[in-house]
């Protein structure tokens, strides 16, 4: 478990030094100095300095800073020391004061970030969230070059059902639903998981040809029998129900259910198939937990289950392609990222999905390790690509975050100097500066929040 945690520190750190890399190597691009970078925040482990940058690891592996000559915190600790009289300057003095007091402590104020032009500091802060893409595209292509692509290929058209009657067939590619383009099986996932009573209007391919159809689901009600569990493909469990026959009977969240009643499970559908055939009776868990297989005895309860049924199945099984396919789908693999996390945040400020869905470092850092050791049985070659797609997923995740026009952060920055460019002057810097103070407050509550709920889900 502890190497589970440090694989995913070291996945999370990486992603950051390529967002914090990005404005670095820009901001050398354009003659800025850059007169720290830093991952992590807090104390300094170890550092070093090379040319005009002082390289820094930090006490707390989460984050990172490319801190730039003109920087407001850096001005503010080149000055801090001779402030008392600033009151009665006058913003031209002050600046004349800063570059004085610049000189003298060694920096060469024509190489600041601020003396640049608006279009070189837009690409430096630019350079984070587009670097961070590029690390997922890099991602994306090992992962599509190893596994493939996942098309929307329709698997299993059931008989007398909402799918015949719309004409589909087994083969069909679906393209596109209800106006929404599909590209990968996700994508159609996706889109049922939160509009399941929705009629669909789907376009599909059959032998090269375009056809369209509409599927209306059936809306169906039925008695199961259910222990309360959330599990993944590969057996492990997600989540326990609250007051279920699971969670009284001792399953945990992170159990990996290996068999039932002594038959070996491969996915989640052999588990869910042993539980519904169960009668109501008693049945025994084989769970890894902790190194060890445990054995939990639970007893199924009957519920009463509504769902809606298009009548067709997609399993969504990758399929390889070529080099040129390989680029291509990787570039839509980011597109499919970037969309995803877009819509997820609209989701979340409609209350489709809730803030428990949000993750801070210690949730992230938390599901990163359990797809590590859920990934274990398949071999170490199917742990760093399960890695790989979850670092391209968060990747992109803090690209767009980090382009989210919210003070303090990259776009945030990039309103101003957007604004800048636009009025041909720059916003007055009191200003800007009470914006980004009001935002990074707001941040860090919010961050405090995130990590408060990140570290009650762990017991």
Same mark, same amino acid.
């Given at each position: =478990? ?12 990486i992603?950051v ?12 691009? *354009? ?22 940058? @002082? ?15 003109? $920087?407001?915190?850096?001005?503010? +600790?080149?000055?801090? +020391? ?53 690390l ?11 596994? !493939? ?22 083969? $069909? &590619? ?17 889109y ?12 599909? %391919? ?14 169906? /009600? ?25 969670e ?30 169960s009668? !109501?009776?008693?049945?025994?868990? %084989? &769970?890894?937990r ?11 309860? =009957? ?11 997609? #399993?969504?099984?990758?399929?390889k392609?070529?080099?040129?396919? %390989?680029?291509? #789908? +990787? ?34 850092? +938390? ?5 590590? @050791? ?50 041909? /002057? ?5 200003? @800007?500066?009470?914006? *980004? ?21 762990l017991?």
């Amino acid at each position: =478990m502890v190497l589970n945690v440090i694989l995913a520190i070291l996945v999370l750190s990486i992603i950051v030094i390529v967002h914090e890399f990005g404005h670095f190597i820009i901001a050398k691009a *354009n003659g800025i100095t850059v007169v720290e970078f830093s991952i992590g925040f807090g104390p300094k482990l170890i550092h070093f300095r090379k040319g005009e940058t @002082e390289y820094c690891i930090k006490a707390l592996p989460f984050g990172g800073a490319c801190t730039m000559l003109g $920087d407001e915190f850096l001005e503010m +600790s080149v000055i801090q +020391s001779e402030e008392d009289d600033d009151e009665e300057l006058t913003d031209e003095e002050k600046e004349a004061k800063k570059r004085k007091l610049a000189i003298e402590n060694g920096y060469d104020m024509e190489k600041s970030f601020a003396s640049k032009s608006v279009w070189a500091r837009i690409a430096v802060i630019a350079a984070g969230p587009v670097f961070n893409f590029l690390l997922a595209f890099v991602c994306a292509v090992v992962i599509v070059g190893s596994l !493939g692509y996942d098309p929307c290929d329709i698997d299993v058209v059931k008989d007398n059902s909402p799918a015949t009657e719309a004409g589909l067939q087994e083969g $069909d &590619v679906i393209t596109k639903v209800n106006g929404h383009k599909v590209t990968f099986y996700r994508d159609f996932y996706f889109y049922r998981a939160y509009n399941a009573d929705k009629t669909l209007n789907i376009t599909f %391919t059959r032998d090269g040809e375009k056809m369209t159809t509409t599927v209306t689901p059936q809306h169906i /009600k039925q008695q199961k029998y259910q222990v309360g569990i959330m599990m993944n493909e590969n057996c492990l469990i997600s989540s326990v129900t609250k007051d279920s026959p699971a969670e009284k009977a001792g399953l945990k969240a992170n159990d990996v259910i290996k068999a039932v009643d002594g038959t070996a499970m491969e996915n989640s559908s052999n588990v869910t198939e042993a539980i519904t055939s169960s009668g !109501g009776n008693k049945v025994v868990f %084989t &769970v890894a937990r902790d190194g060890k297989n445990v054995d939990v005895t639970v007893e199924p309860k =009957m519920v009463e289950v509504e769902s809606y049924d298009t009548g067709f199945v997609v #399993y969504g099984d990758r399929v390889k392609t070529s080099p040129i396919g %390989t680029l291509k #789908y +990787s570039v839509k693999e980011v597109g499919y990222s970037v969309k995803t996390v877009i819509q997820s945040l609209g989701m979340l400020f409609t209350g489709k999905i809730g803030f428990d869905s949000l993750l801070g470092p210690v949730g992230t850092v +938390s599901t990163m390790s359990e797809i590590v @050791e859920e990934s274990k049985a398949d071999g170490a070659f199917y742990v760093f690509l399960n890695l790989m797609n979850l670092a391209a997923l968060i990747s992109a995740n803090l690209g767009v975050m980090n382009l989210l026009p919210i003070p303090a952060l990259d776009g945030g920055r990039l309103v101003f100097l957007i604004i800048e460019a636009l009025r041909g /002057k720059p916003v007055k810097r009191e200003h @800007e500066g009470i914006v *980004n103070f009001i935002g990074m407050i707001l941040l860090v509550i919010l961050m405090v929040v995130v990590l408060f709920k990140d570290i009650m889900a762990l017991f």
